[in-house]
């Protein structure tokens, strides 16, 4: 007897499923290592990468977050009232506007590095694995991105 085909509109078939409900699984992991920081996850998205290179322009950081301004304006005013960060005017171009990170968020560092290995741990699956698996995802998105940026 021939194997049935799966139903490619079945929702278990979804790639985007497969990985909107892992990052989903995700943000419920980061939520209560996160909380103990006083962060959401997309703050500490900001915060590590104003921890690799502080002074980005907010035009920079969108473009390494894949986020656009009016995403990312909202969750740096928060992170300012929470002191983790300071905004200010570039100098050379007022219209600009150059993210530092504060003592405080500078401080917050040092408590982030068990973030990593808690999700390690959490997911049940090697190092290795892990990283193929990004780099998979990377390769998908890149590809995905590619075919939607305009020539």
């Known amino acids: 007897m021939p194997k ?13 499923f497969s990985l909107y409900s892992a990052v989903h699984a995700l943000n419920r992991t980061y939520r209560p290592l996160l909380q103990d920081m006083g962060i959401t996850y997309p703050q500490y998205l900001v915060m590590l990468v104003l921890w690799e290179e502080e002074g980005l322009m907010v035009k920079e950081l969108g473009a390494r977050l894949h986020l656009d301004s009016g995403t990312l304006t909202p969750l740096l005013k928060r992170l300012e009232a929470a002191g983790l960060v300071v905004r200010t005017r570039d100098a050379q171009d007022e219209r600009q506007v150059r993210i530092g990170l504060t003592a405080q968020g500078r401080a917050l560092r040092a408590q982030a590095e068990c ?3 808690a999700l390690l741990e959490a997911s049940g699956i090697t190092l290795g694995e892990l990283q193929a698996l990004k780099g998979q995802i990377l390769r998908l998105r890149d590809a995905l991105n590619a075919r939607l940026e305009p020539e």
């Open 4 to 16: 049935k085909r799966p139903d490619p509109l079945h929702l278990s078939e979804q790639l985007c």
């Open 115 to 117: 973030v990593p290995q």
